[in-house]
């Protein structure tokens, strides 16, 4: 079986009451209302149909962030996964499952609603996003979510964001040419898995679960500032001894890193395909399409990551982890139910 971690969908009901919400529809959340099976089903399970009975989905909320929504968030967050676990529940031979969305911007609520999703809804996990409105996930008002994912053994999605509002230098007020997207978010996944290693995550749970979008954003390219560069760190810094704050650190940094995990999501690169794989390793990668986000609206970038991950150079066994052992794994759902008839 295929399992497709990371790819996205709006409920219907969720999507027709974000229309009401007066969203601002710019960027990102300009693009995803122009996609038909981010929302249409029909759309979706012909896109589906073209990869075999073998291949199911797990979906999560497209841009923007539920924070976005402010006071409405909460509602917003527990309509979604209400919504997502009854299309698991109908359509359970198409979705293997779902990833909750947060109130990111509501603390008390959105431990609530993380640890009913998971206990009593089913989910998959939960999704966040590298920033909350600006603010960093190790914020002391968003940690107590890792220990709750740790303590329910259920990983965490982690998802990029940035707008165009967020400049390219400090002399201009925008971002151009879509620059906030193509490296924007990769940088945002690198610095949020960055400010988690730093803030201790892993000495504290080893066992945490954070599946970052994108095979890990910078994190595998970069591996020799990663590793021999950040073995010097306080070298670059006046004012401060990075060292001696660092001092709890039991491993380099670059080894706290590999325990992140990270999804085939990278557009159809094979390079970075195999960059990220020789990062992770076999035991951290899980397939993704990020589907429908490609030029086709839903069916490239499935079929190209499929191609990818077919013709890899790899073990069999490998590549039964990243289609699908892997994610069991982490969601501790390994025993596979029937594939639907083809």
């Known amino acids: 079986m295929k399992i497709d971690a990371f790819n996205h969908l709006f409920p219907k009901a969720y999507f027709d009451r974000m229309l009401t919400l007066g969203a601002d529809w710019k960027d990102m959340a ?21 990869f075999g009975a073998d291949y199911r989905q797990i979906v999560s909320l497209p841009a923007p962030p539920v924070e976005d929504f402010g006071r409405d968030a909460a509602a917003m967050a527990k309509l979604a996964n209400d919504a997502f676990a009854d299309l698991c529940a109908k359509h359970h031979d198409r979705f293997f499952g779902y990833v909750a969305a947060l109130p990111m911007n509501d603390p008390d609520a959105m431990l609530r609603e993380a640890e009913r999703a998971v206990t009593q809804l089913g989910a ?3 999704q966040v996003y590298t920033n909350v409105r600006g603010k ?16 329910l053994d259920m990983p965490i999605w982690m998802h990029p964001t940035r707008g165009a509002d967020f400049p390219d230098y400090a002399s201009e007020t925008k971002s151009e040419w879509e620059i906030w997207w193509t490296f924007g978010w990769p940088y945002e996944t690198s610095v949020a898995m960055s400010r988690m290693v730093f803030a201790g995550l892993f000495d504290k749970h080893p066992g945490l679960k954070v599946i970052t979008h994108h095979l890990g954003g ?10 021999p560069g950040w073995d010097q760190i306080g070298k670059r810094t006046s004012g401060e001894d990075l060292r001696a704050k660092l001092a709890w650190m039991k491993k380099r940094p670059i080894d706290y890193f590999r325990h992140f995990y990270a999804d085939t999501a990278v557009f159809g690169s094979v390079p970075a395909t195999e960059c990220g794989l020789a990062f992770f390793g076999a035991d951290n990668v899980v397939f993704a399409s990020d589907s429908p986000f490609d030029p086709e609206q839903g069916s490239a970038y499935i079929r190209w990551t499929i191609r990818i991950v077919d013709e890899l150079k790899i073990s069999a066994a ?16 390994e025993a596979a139910p029937a594939a639907r008839a083809a």
């Open 218 to 227: 910078m994190i595998p390219y970069f591996e020799g500032r990663v590793g």
């Open 136 to 151: 960093p996930l190790t914020a002391p008002e968003t940690l107590p979510l890792f220990d709750l994912m740790a303590k």
């Open 124 to 126: 998959c996990g939960v």
């Open 318 to 333: 490998d590549r039964q982890k990243i289609y699908e052992g892997n994610i069991r794994r982490l969601c501790r759902r």
């Open 30 to 50: 300009r693009r995803v209302r122009v996609i038909p099976c981010i929302v249409d089903l029909d759309a979706r399970f012909r896109i589906m149909d073209e």
